[in-house]
């Protein structure tokens, strides 16, 4: 892969390589875009076949923070971070601190939180080392573990959703499967359980299964290679991305893709397809905004009322865009693509570079409310 060329081709404004052999750190993290503020985005671990799939993952999950940020209205721009490794295994004090001491050096340009396999305890060793992350323990004034707002916020869009293809908002006796009950699918399927839903599930991981068989009973569990063969009203994909692809597209059997994973779409010709077989596909950046939200609050002063308060905006903006997308007669995904684009268009045109203002914009964790309004 020709990394500048891909560099370019997405849009980014800054790859950042860091390596500690001390403690095996190997990481990458991705700066996208900062138009409207400092690029925020968590970061993940996971055991990477090649370093070559590690840096396509942090551009696509990178870029899609840009454009989630932007459609959500926060004044943040769009960041990830991937450390290559085991989580079983390669976890240390010293990694993260370490990771910490990196993401320091970038003054400000990226800030960091929680993603797949990596905990508030791993973010509180990363905090030692700088205040450039979110989503730390409440007792340092964060908001702890994200995962049941991201939860709450794809539940929004769900229930938007519900509302768009069959007239009623309630997730009462239907039908979803769930491809995933990590973090965040474990408490999606909590909130689909009290709402009455009826839910089929699977996952990769066994202990995953069963916290998710010993929390709902009632949900049904089915191999992984059969999951897209299952009639539903929702398919909610909450594990990795482009689980929407060629071999998969043509097995659906739903009316609706919702679901809390970043980068369903395999390619963007995917969202067309979707659209051509009367699929409503809710856009990943678009739903599962709920922990960005949340986090982004940390800055002004966490509160979980204002939290929730904002993630319940999902609902209303969700239903905006279904609008757009019927109204021009073009998919879901290219109507939020274009509301995101515009919006960090319209402020680009306001400023030259945000480079130039970061010292003063940003000089720690204290003045962190010049960002969110």
Known sequence: ?????????????QVVYFSDPSCNLKAI?????????????????WNYATEEEALVDVLRLSKGMTYKAAVSGLNLGGGKGVIIGDPKTDKSEALFRSYGRFIESLNGRYITAEDVNVTVDDIENV?????????????????????????????????????????????????????????????????LDKGGAKIFFTDISESNIERFKEAIPSAEYVNPEEIFDIECDVHSPCALGASINDN????LKTKIICGAANNQLAEDRHGDDLKNRNILYAPDYLINAGGLMNVSIEFEGWSDTKSRRMIDKIYDTSLA?????????????????????RRIESISKIKTSFLGNIGHRFPGRKNRQNFVH
């Open 321 to 341: 865009i279904f609008k757009i997308s019927e109204d021009e007669d073009i998919a879901v995904h290219t109507a939020t693509d274009r509301l995101a684009r």
């Open 248 to 251: 998969t597209i043509g097995r």
């Open 127 to 191: 905090y030692v080392e700088t205040s450039n992350c979110v989503g730390v323990a409440k007792v340092h004034g964060g908001s702890g573990n994200p995962a049941p707002y991201t939860a709450l916020g794809v539940f929004r869009g769900m229930e938007a959703s519900l509302t768009k293809v069959f007239g009623k908002r309630s997730v009462r006796d239907r039908v979803v499967v769930l491809q995933g009950v990590g973090a965040v699918g474990f408490e999606l399927g909590k909130l």
């Open 1 to 13: 892969m020709a990394t500048f060329e891909s560099i370019y081709s997405m849009g980014h404004e």
């Open 29 to 45: 993290v991705a700066i996208h875009n900062t138009t409207l503020g400092p690029a925020l985005g968590g970061t993940r671990m």
